[in-house]
């Protein structure tokens, strides 16, 4: 059994340095083999893994984890049959409804990444109304990647920012990877300091790949609807124990590099 205080005295680095966690994204995958493997809908699957949303939201606060960055839904995905789709458009809805008042009394900020514009319109205005309610809030920041791609994100940021260099904001000099981040959906968090995938797969599935250029990664078989609080501990234990070297050497101090 891990505690999470077991967790907090667990960096190599110490309390401070390139090895604090302070944002973690998970690629929550699994649900339809969860659902499969029981006869059940592979909609079923997706409600149980909205149900360990909030299991996961509550382990990661009580870590004092700063951003928690969750893949809900790609844009590929909009391709999955229409009543899967509907059916998880109508559970976002739902979370969102029943949720919404313990994220705030938890002091959590919402914040949503992806093409939003695809989506129901009522489900669009419950996120922004609910980012909105939320934004009052300063405790931990959950990111929640709906209708998402990252070639998107980073295609959209290279429009923004040739937008800005044609208007004369920026000359071509000053374009710096730093400067690039800030044109993405994400400027305003750290990029992620673990990626969790569950399910078995290993790969990224065009989550967000330009975020993820140094994050470690960690793969586990259990599938996301049974996810569970010691599993996350787990995933973070073994974060803990890693070297993140940036491409530098042990001795050199990685803080000094603009990540
Ligand atoms: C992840 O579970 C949830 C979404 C992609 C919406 P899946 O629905 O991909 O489950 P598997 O991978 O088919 O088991
Ligand atoms: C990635 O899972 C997207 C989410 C978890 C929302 P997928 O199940 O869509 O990814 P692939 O198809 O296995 O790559
Ligand atoms: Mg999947």
Redesign the pocket.
Known sequence: MIEPRDLKTLDKSGASGAHQLKHVAI??????????QRGFS?II??KH?VKNVRTVVKAAKSLGIEVLSL????EE?WG?PLL?VRS?MALIDQFIIRDRKTLDRENIRLKVIGDLTRLPLKTRALIENTVEILSKNSGMILNVAISYSGRADILNASLKLAEALKQGALSPENVTPEVFSKYLSTSDIAAPDLLIRT?G?HRISNFMIWQLAYTELYFTDV??PDFSEQDFYAAIKDYHMRDRRFGLVKTQNPESLPL
Do not use: V
Not at 27 to 35: E, F, K, L, S, V
Not at 71 to 74: I, N, P, Q
């Open positions: 690629i929550m995958d699994g649900n339809g083999r969860w659902a499969n592979r699957g997706h893994g893949f809900a839904f790609s995905n999955r899967e998880i399910s797969e599938l996301w």
